[in-house]
């Protein structure tokens, strides 16, 4: 079947570049000079680095590859090169100043929105199909929206983003069966025809996956403070050894920003301090945190083939839909996604975006540790560029589900995958557990 025509093409491109370019004007333009050069945590980018990088790798995908145009900046390649500096050494690089790094993205932008307006998006081009490399490159930004969203809650000092309305509680989240059964038997895994899915989500194949329960909802904090007051961090039984040894030689004994006071669990967030709300999913926490939970609770985390199913499965029509509510794009009444709010909603919200078997808040809200390891789908080809996934693969990092409350749409679907080292915590991370299901 023939896909959109060319123009409507171009114009979801161009608004997904738009988008992102607001959202990084928005974050990079609330601090001062000082607050873009510094470095907030070593385990993150000054965000000036972050603003440049992402004008640096638009120059070399749409302005060259795709464009064909002479390279603008050659010198400052490797400055912005990801692989060439660890985050902790990049303060210490001939960075761009904040002017010189706006002015440069801005330039980029300019030249790139006319190589798109002549782009053949129609054609047979894996890299300008459905304008992919646009699709890629808007992704790409708002992925490191979403970094430099992290740089912002590790940040000391005031608070320098607005709080929009807290995203609504469903009255009826209490009367939610706990866990929801799923069916064992095959399903579509991964995509073949999503137009920007990125190359660590295809192709679409047949996964055979048991029966299993998974969690209605994600583990909310309150849940959580049963396992801490349980003991939870004091009994190596329930760790991980690498885990155990971490929550040893850090001294943790929470979430990351939660901290004791008085009688209670108070938490900073985004420069703003407040009790932890209980109602809320748990965020912030290391997949060794997710697993001891899980264990203690009796279960284990889900695996990503489990996820996925309980996502994207239909039963009814034995088909993979795009999102758990349906095929079409995210709406904010389905799901807190694109920094609409800056917090996860209440567990048991969006029941709009029910999966069809009832599973909820499965994209939004707080990105999901799994079980899984992050490998490559049979039949995987790297594309455009190695160094987006597969020199990541193998069991160093292991994969997050979903999406958080600061992912954008455009980077958020149901074969969407996410990896991180299983010691961070600074990302937006949450989870649900699982358990088998016995054969019928
Ligand atoms: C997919 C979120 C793990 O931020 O390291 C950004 C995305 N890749 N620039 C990351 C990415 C290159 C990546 N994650
Ligand atoms: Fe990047």
């Not at 609409?340 to 209440?346: F, G, S, V, W």
């Not at 997050?400 to 954008?408: C, I, N, P």
């Amino acid at each position: 079947a023939p896909g959109p025509r060319p123009e409507a093409q171009r114009q979801r491109a161009a608004h997904a570049l738009l988008a992102a370019r607001e959202r990084t004007q928005a974050l990079t333009g609330c601090v001062d000079e000082h607050e873009l050069t510094a470095q907030h945590s070593p385990l993150m980018s000054p965000l000036v680095w972050d603003l440049a990088h992402i004008g640096n790798q638009e120059e070399q995908w749409l302005l060259r590859t795709v464009g064909g145009r002479d390279a603008l900046r050659p010198e400052i390649d490797s400055v912005y090169d990801a692989f060439a500096h660890p985050r902790a050494d990049r303060p210490a690089l001939p960075l761009l100043s904040p002017q010189e790094a706006h002015g440069y993205v801005a330039e980029v932008r300019g030249r790139v929105l006319d190589v798109l307006e002549h782009a053949p998006v129609d054609g047979a081009d894996p890299l300008l199909a459905g304008g992919f490399a646009f699709g890629m490159i808007a992704q790409h930004e708002q992925q490191h929206d979403e970094t430099m969203l992290i740089t912002h809650q590790l940040r000391q000092g005031p608070a320098a983003l607005t709080a929009p309305e807290p995203p609504r509680a469903e009255p009826d989240a209490a009367l939610l069966p706990p866990e929801v059964l799923v069916e064992g038997g095959p399903f579509t895994m991964g995509t073949s025809t999503e137009p920007w899915a990125l190359d660590n989500e295809r192709p679409a194949h047949p996964r055979l996956v048991p029966s299993f329960f998974i969690d209605t909802v994600p583990v909310s904090n309150g849940a959580y403070l049963q396992f801490i007051e349980d003991g939870g961090y004091d009994e190596p039984r329930w760790w991980h050894p690498e885990g155990w040894e971490q929550v040893r030689r850090h001294e943790l004994a929470a979430p990351l920003f939660w901290r004791r006071e008085g009688g209670s669990w108070i938490r900073r967030r985004f420069g703003t301090v407040e009790p932890v709300p209980p109602e809320e999913p748990v965020l912030h926490v290391s997949w060794y945190e997710a697993a001891a939970y899980a264990a203690w609770a009796g279960r284990r985390l889900p695996t990503e083939a489990e996820w996925e199913k309980a996502a994207r499965h239909d039963p009814r029509t034995d088909r993979s839909r795009r999102y758990p509510w349906g095929d079409e794009d995210p709406s904010p009444d389905v799901a807190n996604l694109g920094q609409r709010h800056l917090r996860p909603a209440p567990v048991g919200a969006y029941p709009g975006g029910a999966s069809p078997l009832g599973v909820r808040q499965l994209i939004g809200d707080v990105w999901e540790w799994t079980a899984s390891d992050f490998l490559p789908y049979p039949g995987f080809r790297a594309f455009p560029y190695r160094e987006y996934s597969e020199v990541f693969f193998g069991d160093a990092h292991k994969v997050l589900r979903g999406g958080s409350f600061a992912v954008d749409p455009v980077a958020c679907r149901g074969t969407f995958r996410n990896w991180d080292l299983p010691v961070r915590r600074q990302i937006f991370s949450g989870f649900r557990t699982a358990r088998d299901a016995e054969p019928v």
